[in-house]
């Protein structure tokens, strides 16, 4: 008999004050802190459901700052509500772990910290816990279990950027594998060319992932010292990494950031059925939309059986099969959403 714990998946939303600035380029969403909360929640009924409708056995739980759901709107609180139907905990977690500077652009990303800090709290220390961006699916949970990382490694997915590839302007240190590398160099570990850990999972014990939040502390205090400061959690875990202060795991054969639709550059995986975890972020205000607009008003029986089909699924997602008749009618359906924004927008200040 295997005693171990099953799994806990954790998902995590900060939502934004009113008063907060920032920006969020694959959101596809109004700018009030509102719209994205709900363009984000969207993403965790899909995911949710995607681990729910195949029977997956693991526990859920969404950590989130919000105490007060009135400040989500009537569609945040009735996503929230339709999460929660799934057997999705909701967690409450503060933001305590924020970018040590004024960057607005992914002004959350540091938020898995605090989400960390807060699930593992009182989790038996075999237990292997799972940290998601929202925008992620599941076609085979499995497979990415049977991964997880030796005891003592923390799992995460490396992104093979060109050494010089800015992969946004998050500031002046620390853009490129290139320049953590340098960044690494001068804090006393030189070395070959280090990998870029992605933020959309990251696995381990709890005491593998509490000692890598207190990495990125104490690598923060450095920085500041030296008057820097990266303010990603992608760039801070990559400098980790980069150092040797916390031993990564690349799951990146289970688990890839596959980017969609005609418009960037990124190349596309050969066989994207290989993995079983799938990070979208290009799909948040499109096939994840549409998919969670289907769980809230109950049509899920298409959706189940895609579900249960790697290659459905697939489609479904715009993972493949995504030629020009696909894109004609995605676009058209992006402009039929936009229309009634503004119509309900209209209507509203009449």
Known sequence: MNDNPIPLVVQYLYV?????????????????????????????????????????????????????????GRAGEKLLERIESLGVNVLLCEYRHRPGDDSKIYLSSRYVLDAILTAVEGQPPERRVWFTDLDCVWPDAERVFAATPPEGEVGCVYIPYPPD????????????????????????????????????????????????VAVCEELDGQLAAAGRVLPTEEQILSLAGALGRVQFCDLSHVAWRILTGPRHGAPKPEDPLAFGLWHLPSEKG???????????????????????????????????????????????WIAVQRLRRTFRTTLGRG
């Open 165 to 212: 590839w800015d992969v946004v302007d998050f500031s002046e240190v620390g853009r490129t594998r290139r320049t953590i590398g340098e960044l690494a160099a001068e804090m006393g570990r030189p070395g070959d060319l280090p990998p870029w850990v992605g933020g959309e999972l990251l696995s381990g014990t709890p005491d593998a992932l509490r000692g890598l």
């Open 286 to 332: 499109l096939s994840m939309r549409r998919t969670a607009r289907e769980i809230r008003v109950g049509r899920t029986a298409r959706l189940r059986r895609d579900l249960a089909q790697p290659t459905r699924m697939a489609r479904r997602f715009n993972v493949t099969g995504n030629g020009l008749g696909r894109r004609v009618r995605d676009d058209g």
């Open 16 to 72: 934004h004050g009113n008063d907060e600035g920032f920006y969020y380029p694959t959101a596809r969403a109004a700018s009030s802190a509102a719209a994205v909360a709900a363009r984000y929640l969207e993403c965790a009924l899909v995911q949710s459901a995607s681990l729910r409708y195949r029977e997956v056995d693991c526990e859920l739980i969404l950590a989130t700052n919000i105490s007060d759901r009135s400040a989500l």
